[in-house]
């Protein structure tokens, strides 16, 4: 019982420690609104859940507006959607924006953001692009600045609205362990490239 005890705190102490470290690395590069967030060419729109008919999530509809009221500001040119799923998740955040007012020249599509790190990686590689927003809630948000950030990636990041209802505690603890996941998948993968 004494050596589980242990290893549970050496677990939580060392989610501590990779928590502060990405906090402290992300410094100067995290903004509470579109208002007060840096002009950059593109601000990368993550997925997440749309619904069957079509609606994205609330969560996805915050991320949305966000990405569209820095657009309107004149802080990004353009917005990049990336999400899975093939074009349904990207196809309904476009459809949003359209919706209003976003003209579709301003709309760039990745159907390959299965995953924050595949997002960051179309971003970089497919769509060229070496400075950028991302937009997603704060936990979220954090992770992907940090992992495009750790791609070579000049990224900042704005928070859009948490969303509340049934998940909200899944979300929180989820990106508890993806922060750590991302921790170790970036650096590792630095390292292997560096071989």
Do not use: K
């Amino acid at each position: 019982m004494h050596a589980l005890g242990v290893f549970v705190a050496s677990f939580l102490v060392v989610l501590l420690v990779i928590a502060i470290s990405i906090r402290v690395e992300l410094l100067g590069h995290l903004y509470a609104d579109a208002a007060s967030a840096p002009t950059t060419p593109v601000a990368l729109i993550l997925g997440a859940e749309v619904y069957a008919d079509g609606r994205p999530s609330p969560a996805l509809a915050n991320r949305l507006d966000v990405g569209i009221e820095l657009l309107r500001l004149g802080r990004v040119r353009a917005l990049l959607m990336s999400g899975g799923n093939g074009t349904f998740e990207v196809g309904a955040m476009r459809t949003y924006a359209i919706a209003r007012g976003v003209t579709s020249d301003a709309i760039l599509l990745d159907a390959a953001g299965e995953r924050t790190l595949a997002s960051c990686l179309q971003a970089r590689d497919s769509f060229q692009m070496r400075r950028l927003i991302v937009v997603s809630q704060e936990l979220h948000m954090a992770r992907a600045v940090y992992t495009c950030r750790r791609l070579g990636i000049d990224a900042d990041g704005v928070v859009a609205p948490e969303f509340t209802g049934d998940r909200v505690l899944i979300y929180l603890v989820r990106e508890r362990f993806a922060l750590v996941f991302a921790w170790l998948e970036v650096n590792i993968r630095a390292l292997a490239e560096r071989s």
